[in-house]
C-alpha cells in the first residue's frame, strides 16, 4: 500500500502524535477539510514567512532550503513539539538521498517569533530511516491502532471520525 519512498512529511507527523493517524490516513479516510486548524496552519503560512516557494521532493514538501543547506519551516503551532522536530530531520534525509548534504532544520514559530535548529548528525539520520520504517509497520497492521485518550486528541483532525458513536 505504501513504500518507504512514498513516506512524507505528514506521516512522519501522524506518527510523533498518533499512529491511528497514518492507519486512517493510509486507507482514504480524510480528516475534516478546512477544519480551523488547518485554515489556521494556511493563514501563518500565507502571512508570516512567504519567501520562497515550497520545495517539492515528491512525497515531502518542504518550505525552503537556504544556501548553507538548512532546511526551513514555518509552523503554525506556538510550542516545538517531537513531531516538528521529526518532520524536519525527515526532510534532511530526503533532502540527503538526492545527493544534498543537508545541515538540518531551523523551525520558526511565527507566533512566539523562536527558532529551533536541529543539526542533522548521524543519529537523526538512523532516526529518520526508523521514523519511516515505523510508518511502514503501521501502515501495514491489519486493524486501527488504538485511539488516544480524549484529552491527547484535542485539535486532531480526525476527531469527528474517531469520536463520534
Ligand atoms: S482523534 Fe485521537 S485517536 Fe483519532 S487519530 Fe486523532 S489523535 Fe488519534
Redesign the pocket.
Known amino acids: 500500500m505504501i513504500e518507504a519512498d512514498d513516506v512524507g512529511g505528514v506521516h512522519i507527523k501522524y506518527l510523533y502524535?498518533?499512529p491511528?493517524?497514518i492507519w486512517?490516513y493510509l486507507r482514504g479516510i480524510r480528516p475534516e477539510h478546512l477544519s480551523g486548524t488547518v485554515q489556521l496552519g494556511e493563514a501563518v503560512h500565507e502571512t508570516s514567512y512567504n519567501r520562497n516557494s515550497p520545495i517539492d521532493l515528491g512525497a515531502a514538501k518542504l518550505d525552503f532550503i537556504d544556501g548553507q543547506h538548512w532546511v526551513h519551516e514555518v509552523k503554525s503551532s506556538a510550542r516545538p513539539t517531537r513531531a516538528d522536530e521529526a518532520q524536519g530531520r525527515h526532510y534532511c534525509y530526503r533532502l540527503e538521498q538526492i545527493g544534498i548534504d543537508a545541515q538540518g532544520a531551523i523551525l520558526h514559530y511565527p507566533k512566539t517569533r523562536r527558532t529551533h535548529r536541529h543539526p542533522y548528525t548521524p543519529e537523526a539520520a538512523r532516526q529518520a530511516q526508523a521514523d519511516i520504517a515505523e510508518v511502514l509497520t503501521i501502515a501495514g497492521a491489519g486493524t486501527s491502532p488504538?485511539?488516544?485518550t480524549?484529552s491527547?486528541?484535542r485539535g486532531?483532525?480526525?476527531?469527528d471520525?474517531?469520536?463520534t458513536e
Not at 486532531?156 to 476527531?159: D, E, G, L, Q, R
Request: proline share 0%; aromatic share 16%; glycine share 0%.
Open positions: 502524535h498518533c491511528r493517524q486512517l488504538a485511539r488516544l480524549r491527547a486528541c486532531c483532525s480526525f476527531t471520525y474517531c469520536w
